[in-house]
Each structure stands twice: as structure tokens, then as C-alpha cells.
């Protein structure tokens, strides 16, 4: 396929590689942020612009992958009849890209997509078109990049997956993140804890993590929670969440 | 060395396999729960008993790897003099031992060990003794089953990184029990979330957490933000701790 990617951040960039190498041939790349966008295009062979004004408007498909927020203010001013457009975005709906054209959609990669990384990692994608043939074209387009990992998923749908995608990614870097500080401030190598991070998110693919919670919290241990607490002292921050996480775990969970 | 192990849980048994792979002899098991250390002393080809009366006096090395509210019961009835005898709890004192021998100590696996899993992951060990030879000794086991990941650690170090170790396992862990909830009562698949939760760890590798934080907390995107919190009603739980983490992420963070 023929496609613009709208864009030329991470999902951007991501997906406009897994295109290429999936054999697709992407016509043009359009961002305001010029450098990110001929850099993207130097690396395709491709053209690049800045304005949409300067849109290629042959191709087969337009990807809009840019902040959820700027897809409605992207769409306003956007006439593509006939063609095909979709935008990226968990927490959007289609509806936002009615004016476009009467073939659109939504083309949802549920992953952590940075642009830095050559090797990217498996790419579940959850697609839903506003006819037949957009929503066939995307499905297909989808199979070609991450076969195996497609799933067609209406607004709502998609909407709770990003709440979900928020909680087992956003929040548990946050805990990475507070246990980064706390450990540099206390002279710790936060390094070191890379190997436990690790194997806690790979051994879901063989257990609940329902069944394999452990720590003071669920085993009442007030005794550790008691010397957790005090070494917490220092970072009020921390601590609190430390106290409402070990009351959230001991009400809904059972040892 | 010939070893002795005291407890057949997950600890004990994925430690007693590491030091069978690396050559040492393990004479004895001892543990309350009869099945389990029979079934441990039939794979490492050693004996097991069921009271502390029985203990084989002649070992090496005593590994006490048992719940930490049990080490202090061990102890109490315990008398090796001449022998080194160490624990491998994270959040108890070495003191705990101390009037069991002249040479006691820690032994601590920073890692989220389960008998089950026979592939056991990188496994960082923080060791401490009462006395050098106790030291050297733990320092030459620690070396023999986790070469180039063995760093030397008093109590305080060793509870701190137990406090670090909670924030990023057991909260991180119930971030995907709370999703897997959600999942479930949502009617959506929790292992299309799996590569997600998987390259957040993954990608700690090559960026400090802090650089790479997302989501629409830190991007102070109230239309998401409320749009996860109306999808989150029939939540409470999961509900309260999206709007605190939010809350922490926008105090803490900046874009």
C-alpha cells in the first residue's frame, strides 16, 4: 500500500518502520516538527513536509499518528474523500475524522512504541473502520506488521483496554520510577533490582498475578511494614503510597 | 561445601538447585512440611527430616530459609557452634542468629524465587557474616551460583533495597492483578496486555524510568483522564488508586 503517516513521533516513527519492512511503500511524511520529520523521511527514502497544505493526496491511506489531542484540530481542516484515514490514538474515537473522508478509522497499537529502539517488541493492534473496506484494508494492514496480534475493537472497547494499558504500564513506571529516587538517595544501585522487575512481569505468561502476589502486604507482616514505614521517612511521598498500596492489597486480596 | 537447608519452600528450593548445579553437596533438608521436603530430597538425592532434633550436625553450612517470623523460633532452639549458619531474609537482622554460633549471617536472594520455574532468572545475592571467615564463605557461595552479581550488604542496605524490592515486584504485581480484574469483569483478554507489561520492564534496560514516564497523568490530559475515571465506576478500588497515582504522578513529576 501507498500510505502519509501524519506525524513523526514515536508511534510515527514505529509504525512507518513496520510498514516499510513489511513491504509498504510510505509516499510522504508530514509533522510540523521538521527536523524529526526529514530525518524519519532520510531514513525511508521518502519526502517529507511541514504544512498540510503541502499533502501528498495520491496515496492509498493516511495515518495520523500524532498527540490525541491534535488529531480533532488535524481533522478540521482535512478533506480526503474516498481515501482511507485512521487515526492511533487508545482514548479517541473514530468519529473525531467523520469529515474526512467517509472511510475512516482507528489503528490502535496497544505497546510502549519509542522511536530510539531498532529492535521493537511485539505489537498487539486493534483496529475499527467506519465501512467494510476500511475496516478490511486496516485489518490487513495490521496482519502485515503484527500477524497474529489483531484484534478488531470498537470505541468502548478500546477505551477500557487504554485504561488497563495505563495501569499495567504508566503506574507500575511510576513505581519504577519513585523506587529510582528512592534509591539514589539512598545510596543504592537501582540497577540491581533490574532482574526482580524482570522476571515479576515475565512470569505472567505462565501465572495469574493474582496467584503469585507475595510481600508484607498480603501476608499481614506487620512487623516489616512497621520497619518499611520507618525507612521511608525521608520520602513522604513514597510512604503514603506505600501505606494506601498495602491497604488496597490486604482489602482485596486474600493470602 | 556440604550444606544443610532448613525449609522447602520457594527460597530453599530454588537456592538448594543453584548450589547442587554449582557442585556443592546438600546432606540434609529439614523442614515441618513433610511432603515437600521429601519431594525436594528426592530430586537433589539427599536425606529429609521433619524435626530439628534430627538435624545433621557434620554439614558446612546451615541455610535457614524459612518464613521470617519463623527464623527467631529456629534459632532459639539451635546450637552450632564452629558452624556457619545463615538466613536469607531480606528484612531480619543477622543478630537473630547470634546465639546460635559464632558464624552467622545472611544470605539474600534479591529475587522473586519460585520452586515451579526450573529456567530460575539472574538472581543478584547480598551477603553479610558476623566475622570474615563467615564473610568469605558466603561471598564463595554467593560467587559459586551468581557470578558477577554478589555485592556485600549490612541489615540497614539489605532492608532498604527489601523496601525498593516491595515498590517495584509486590505493588507493580497488584497493578496487574487490579488490571487482570478489570479484564476479567470487562470481558477483555489480560494477555493482550502481556507484551505491554512486558517491554515497561524490558526498556528499564536501556532508560531511567523517570525519562521514558507516559500516559495521560503526566501529560495533564484531563479529557482522557476523566474519561478512564467514568469507565472505572463499577471499580471502586481501582478507581481510588487511579485518582491517587494521578494525583502523585502530576505532584512529582514533570513533562
Not at 43 to 62: F, G, H, P, R
Not at 64 to 81: F, H, M, S, Y
Not at 166 to 179: D, I, K, P, R
Amino acid at each position: 500500500m501507498e500510505i502519509v503517516i501524519i506525524g513523526s513521533g514515536n508511534v510515527a516513527a514505529v509504525l512507518g518502520r513496520k510498514f516499510k519492512a513489511a513491504g509498504h511503500q510510505i509516499v510522504q511524511i508530514i509533522s510540523r516538527n521538521a527536523s524529526t520529520a526529514s530525518a524519519l523521511a532520510y531514513e525511508w527514502d521518502t519526502e517529507s513536509a511541514n504544512y498540510m497544505i503541502l499533502l501528498n493526496k495520491q496515496a492509498d491511506l493516511y495515518i495520523i499518528a500524532v498527540p490525541d489531542d491534535a488529531i480533532g484540530e488535524i481533522a478540521k481542516d482535512l478533506r480526503l474523500p474516498g481515501k482511507i484515514v485512521a487515526h492511533t490514538a487508545g482514548a479517541v474515537s473514530k468519529e473525531v475524522l467523520k469529515s474526512v473522508t467517509d472511510h475512516y478509522g482507528v489503528f490502535y497499537p496497544l505497546q510502549s512504541l519509542r522511536k530510539e529502539t531498532m529492535n521493537t517488541p511485539v505489537t498487539p493492534l486493534f483496529f475499527e473502520g467506519s465501512d467494510e473496506i476500511t475496516s478490511k484494508t486496516l485489518e490487513s494492514l495490521a496482519h502485515s506488521i503484527s500477524p497474529g496480534q489483531v484484534t478488531r475493537a470498537g470505541s468502548e472497547e478500546r477505551m477500557k483496554l487504554h485504561v488497563a494499558a495505563v495501569v499495567v504500564s504508566n503506574f507500575t513506571n511510576y513505581m519504577y520510577t519513585l523506587a529510582e529516587a528512592y534509591c539514589k538517595k539512598e545510596g543504592l544501585d537501582f540497577r540491581q533490582l533490574l532482574p526482580l522487575i524482570e522476571e515479576t512481569a515475565l512470569r505472567l505468561k505462565d501465572h495469574s498475578p493474582k496467584e503469585v502476589q507475595t510481600g508484607p502486604a498480603i501476608r499481614h507482616d506487620k512487623e516489616t511494614i512497621q520497619k518499611h514505614i520507618a525507612l521511608l521517612k525521608d520520602h513522604p511521598s513514597l510512604k503514603n503510597l506505600y501505606l494506601i498500596l498495602t491497604e488496597s492489597i490486604q482489602e482485596n486480596l486474600k493470602f
